[in-house]
Every structure is written in structure tokens, then in C-alpha cells.
């Protein structure tokens, strides 16, 4: 079995981890976090970091030049 790398934050302050999370994508897509090994490693300006946030509907930010 594999559990999908997805991470949502609830407005009441719960955290849903795996299928809970993905399940939770298309009605709280802002506070469901995913696809994020894509970012580890890289620099906040790197061009592929920069493609790749344009598709996230989360907000990614730059924190020491690394996206966070």
C-alpha cells in the first residue's frame, strides 16, 4: 500500500495526512499541501521552481533563498 505525500490543514485546525489530505484537495486546494519533493533541494529561483509554483493553488514562499 502506498500512502500519497499530501499534507491539509483544516480551518479548525486539524491535520490530515495521506488519503484524508488528497481527498480534501478539491474543497480546501489553498490548505492541502502536495508534490512538494519536486521543491526539496532546489533554490527558491531556480526556473523549475518557478514552473512548478505557478501550477500549485498553495502558496509557496521564499524563506533563505529556498522555497518554503
Known sequence: ???PSYV???SDGERLIGD???N??????E???FDIKRLMGREFNDPSVQQDI???????????????
Open 24 to 29: 480534501q484537495l478539491t474543497s480546501n486546494p
Open 8 to 10: 491539509a490543514f483544516t
Open 54 to 68: 505557478k501550477h500549485f493553488p498553495f502558496r509557496v514562499v521564499n524563506k533563505n533563498s529556498k522555497p518554503a
Open 20 to 22: 484524508a489530505a488528497k
Open 1 to 3: 500500500r502506498i500512502t
Open 31 to 33: 490548505n492541502t499541501v
